[in-house]
């Protein structure tokens, strides 16, 4: 009967007051492996008691007490991490929600950082997920700023988007700057999400005002600012690299020049391709990690953050792979959205797959730097990005960089709740924290693809079993097809 009605709530949007209905029962994990993501060393034989919403004790098997009436679930040759952040997501717009809010769930990804939407939006998702929709915990930006839009645009225009997106407010001058973050903050924004049109004086104006009133803001680097200067101006976290290459890579600006006219060139396409091809090997292989040692710097000395959604790029360099193609998620997501991913004609596939090697390098040469990388997908409807699982994808990717597995871990978990001011509650497995969990089947250092061997979930203190999990899969699952059918 539980296992239904948590189908039934997710599927119809009914707050789940009634899930987790035993929440005042101990909930006892007994005799795991814990991995707390302090960067302690694994406790195997541990127990974990969890009352209501909050671990009240933690320690070795032969000493933790079990409260008489627990509901027990058996740890051994199993593995508990904290539960996963997304810190990049795009889930409050289009119906979204919908199939991403279950998927994250079922992928012990329990908070996202909402990364821009409509601030209606926005207030009904938060009304609903206080009444108990099933969703992660959310921080969220509203409106993006951004420069101006052109008439009618919709999406970011052939190159450097200026501005982009219907939910974004183009600012103009410092005094419109000021407005603009004031009633954002007013709407009770939890962040001010910068975009890449800004101009270098709403960009300083914007981040003079949100520093004023003591709100974070991050985002993309404007095209008219530096990576230097927009540490330097307080942004909180770069998304997808952004600037890092072009600052990083003597003669950067000449190559995008000379690119753009072969481009216009008018020459025979198969002459165009190989030419650009060949620009860009020669333009990436002068990127420099001693000409980006100033920026470096700057990011550590600013404790400026990296999101780097690898997991974008790489999607976009698998359009074509029959393999990826035929990944069996696809099912979760609409197919209006699947639509868009089709390969590219106008997209050299040996380009993107340049570009994402090289954006797999330069995380790895931050990371060993010492500037804090953290997890995030852009999870909206990017090619191959499936919510939820590809936070795990994104983990294996961050392996792959560099990262320990560990420290990929880190990434989506202590990392992101020192990040966003919520180390007291959450990220670490500690006495008193909240108990959002992960219990895994296989250890997730020895392979970062055990992330994915989901056995529960612990959310808020709430436990969801497997069957659980799969429900809200089958859920989302509807969900996209309810999706698909609409006009």
Not at 99 to 108: D, M, R, S, T, V
Not at 208 to 215: Q, S
Not at 271 to 293: K, P
Not at 310 to 332: E, F, N, T
């Amino acid at each position: 009967m539980r296992i239904d009605l948590i189908a039934l709530v997710v599927a119809l949007g009914a707050p789940t007051s009634l899930v987790g209905q035993l929440a005042e029962t101990p909930l006892v994990i007994r005799d795991v492996t814990l991995i707390d993501a302090s960067g302690a060393p694994p406790a195997p034989h541990t127990t974990l008691v969890i009352r209501e919403q909050r671990i009240t004790a933690l320690g070795p098997t032969s000493e933790v007490a079990i409260p008489d009436g627990s509901r027990i679930i058996e740890g051994r040759d199993r593995f508990v991490i904290p539960g996963l952040w997304d810190l990049h997501v795009h889930a409050m717009r289009e119906g979204r929600s919908a199939w991403h809010f279950p998927l994250y769930l079922a992928n012990g990804v329990t908070g996202v950082r909402e990364m821009g939407t409509f601030l209606d939006s926005l207030d009904s998702w938060r009304a609903r997920l206080a009444a108990g929709y099933p969703g992660p915990r959310i921080v969220a930006a509203g409106h993006i700023v951004d420069g101006p839009r052109p008439p009618g645009a919709v999406r970011p225009p052939p190159g450097r988007p200026t501005p982009a997106w219907v939910f974004a407010i183009p600012i103009t001058s410092s005094d419109q700057a000021r407005v603009v973050v004031d009633s954002l903050i007013r709407h009770r924004v939890d962040f001010i999400k910068v975009y890449s049109g800004l101009s270098r004086e709403a960009y300083l104006a914007v981040a003079k005002a949100a520093h004023a009133r003591g709100v974070p803001f991050a985002g993309h680097v404007p095209d008219a600012i530096t990576p230097i200067e927009a540490a330097e101006a307080g942004q909180r976290s770069i998304e997808h690299l952004t600037g890092i290459l072009e600052v990083c890579t003597p003669g950067a600006s000449d190559v995008e020049a000379q690119v753009m006219d072969l481009l216009g060139s008018g020459l025979p396409a198969d002459s165009v391709r190989a030419a650009v091809q060949e620009l860009v090997r020669d333009g990436l292989a002068a990127y420099s990690l001693e000409h980006c040692a100033p920026t470096i710097e700057s990011f550590i000395v600013n404790q400026t953050r990296h999101v780097p959604t690898l997991v974008v790029l790489r999607g976009h360099a698998q359009a074509s792979d029959p393999a990826v193609i035929a990944d069996p998620r696809r099912r979760y997501i609409p197919d209006k959205i699947v639509s868009r991913w089709e390969p590219r004609h106008d997209v050299d596939d040996a380009i993107i797959e340049m570009m994402y090697d090289k954006r797999v390098e330069i995380v790895g040469d931050l990371h060993r730097s010492g500037v804090t990388i953290l997890a995030g997908t852009d999870a909206s409807d990017e090619t191959n990005v499936f919510p939820g699982f590809s936070l795990h994808d994104e983990l294996a990717l961050l392996v792959d960089a560099g990262l320990e597995p560990l420290e990929a871990i880190q990434a989506a978990t202590s990392s992101p709740a020192n990040f966003l001011g919520h180390a007291d509650s959450l990220g670490t497995i500690e006495v008193g924290k909240l108990a959002d969990l992960v219990l895994l089947d296989a250890d997730p250092l020895a392979d970062i693809r055990n992330t994915q061997r989901i056995a529960a979930v612990v959310f808020n203190g709430k436990l969801l079993g497997r069957n659980d999990l799969d429900a809200l899969l089958a859920a989302a699952e509807t969900a996209a097809r309810r999706q698909a059918e609409e006009p």
